[in-house]
Structures are given as C-alpha cells and as structure tokens.
C-alpha cells in the first residue's frame, strides 16, 4: 500500500505564499504524481501534475503562480504557491498513480487517472 504525506498548509493573507509538501513511501519516480484541490459542495480539482518526462502541467487558474517540483532523493513532492488568493482556499491532496504507464496528457490533471491520495493539508486565505 502506497502511503502519501501532504504538509505545509496553513492560513496566510492574500498575497502570501506557502509550500505543500508530499512525502511517498516508496519509490515514485517512475509514477506520475500530481496536486489536487477540494472545497466543500464542489469536485475534486486538478492543480498541478508531473508527466513521466518530468515536466509540469498545471491548471489555468494556477499558472504563473504555483511552481511543481520534485527531490527523487527524498521522495518528495512540492508545491510552491505563491500570490495566493482566497479563492485558492481548499484542502489540498497530493496523488499518485498506481500504473507505471502514464495518462494521456491532456488527462494528467483528471482525479481519475490517480489511485494513491494523501490525507490532504487545509490552505485557508484571507482578503
């Protein structure tokens, strides 16, 4: 069983920023991993993926201000996110995908290409 750590969230003011951070247990590198958003009332959101390349996707509200990386050595997963906003309040999970063989891009930020979720970590910004 895969296990996923999310931490790093918080409260901060608009404008403000934070670092998500997502430990694996075990080894990822070979997986597509990627970031997703819930608020209450609403569904699951793409953020922000790494393909098998290691490039990343991320989704229009974000780009420009949210940053994707990884440390293979650490098995971890970041997410930079800077001039936050309030409607970038939600509770943010880290995703794994269980098949070593990837989605098709333009389905890297689905929640249904993903099988291993963290707990998640509450980003909360105020105006």
């Known amino acids: 069983q895969v296990q996923l750590v999310e931490s790093g969230g918080g409260s901060v003011q608009a404008g403000g920023s934070l670092r998500l951070s997502c430990v694996a247990d075990?080894?990822?590198?070979?997986?597509?991993m990627a970031w997703f958003r819930q608020t209450p009332g609403k569904e699951r959101e793409g953020v922000a993926a790494?393909?098998?390349?290691?490039?990343?996707v991320y989704a229009n509200s974000v780009r420009g201000r949210f940053v994707l990386s990884k440390d293979n050595a650490k098995n971890t997963l970041y997410l930079q996110m800077n001039s936050l906003q309030p409607e970038d309040t939600a509770i943010y999970y880290c995703?794994?995908?269980?098949?070593?063989?990837?989605?098709?891009?333009?389905?890297?930020?689905?929640?249904?290409?993903?099988?291993?979720w963290g707990q998640g970590t509450q980003v909360t910004v105020s105006s």
């Open positions: 995703a794994r995908r269980g098949s070593w063989s990837p989605p098709l891009p333009i389905r890297l930020l689905d929640p249904d290409e993903y099988d291993y």
């Open positions: 790494l393909d098998m390349a290691g490039n990343a």
């Open positions: 075990g080894q990822y590198s070979h997986h597509c």
